[in-house]
């Protein structure tokens, strides 16, 4: 897919339009067409694995202030 930069900033326009104008659904289908077209790109090909690393590591370093447990670490 040699255009699917293409298609992401339009993606990204289409974003904008639609906040501008107030419509926020459209504005989230756009979010959403253009955030798939760029895990669907080698570059954001890590995206997922990314975020997955970054929440459990936020979920080990909170679960301890959650629980009430003294133990840190």
């Known amino acids: ?5 293409v ?3 339009f993606a ?15 504005a989230v289908v756009f979010a959403l067409v253009a955030l798939v ?7 954001g090909a890590g995206l997922p694995g990314a975020l997955s690393t970054f929440l459990s590591t ?4 909170a679960t301890p202030a959650l629980t009430g447990s003294g ?3």
Do not use: H, Y
């Not at 897919?1 to 930069?5: A, I, L, R, T």
């Open 7 to 9: 298609l992401i900033f």
């Open 12 to 26: 990204i326009v289409g974003t904008f339009i639609c906040a501008k104008s107030r419509v926020p659904g459209g």
């Open 71 to 73: 133990a840190v670490g």
């Open 37 to 43: 077209l760029f895990i669907s790109t080698p570059v």
């Open 58 to 61: 936020l979920d080990t370093a």
């Open 1 to 5: 897919m040699p255009n699917v930069g």
